[in-house]
């Protein structure tokens, strides 16, 4: 068997870098021109995220839990993850990037934001060219 640790860290490190989704079209499933380059589950980004959550379900107890904080929770950490993107189009018009337009992005049209999740939590998008 060859290789060792090496591989992982490079994972990591692409994690942390992230990599380019073009976004596919929802009846077709052919490219649609529009790229949103995000993070790995295994980045920093990511693992801050999900243990802010995580913390915060702890303090509160099962009790409190609900599906829409986790659906909200998903998208935000998807949010915190999309760091940059290219083409994204509404109307007709190019929409500037901003932390605040991924959320309406993910938040209106669902079938984009699980592209990216699916995206996100497949590590081989991560392993490089």
Not at 54 to 80: I, M, P, Q, Y
Request: charged share 35%; glycine share 8%.
């Amino acid at each position: 068997m060859t290789g060792g640790l090496e591989k992982f860290e490079a994972l990591q490190t692409r994690a942390d870098e992230g990599a380019w989704k073009e976004i596919e079209d929802p009846e077709t499933g052919e490219p649609t021109g529009m790229h949103l380059k995000v993070l790995g589950e295994d980045s920093e980004t990511y693992q801050k995220y999900l243990r802010k959550y995580r913390d915060k379900h702890l303090k509160r107890g099962t009790k409190a839990l609900k599906w829409d904080n986790f659906e909200t929770e998903r998208t935000e950490s998807l949010v915190a993850c999309t760091v940059d993107w290219d083409g994204i189009k509404y109307q007709g018009q190019e929409i500037e990037f901003s932390k605040e337009n991924v959320r309406w992005l993910y938040t209106t049209f669902r079938a984009i934001r699980d592209q990216v999740d699916e995206f996100m939590g497949d590590r081989a998008n991560f392993l490089g060219e």
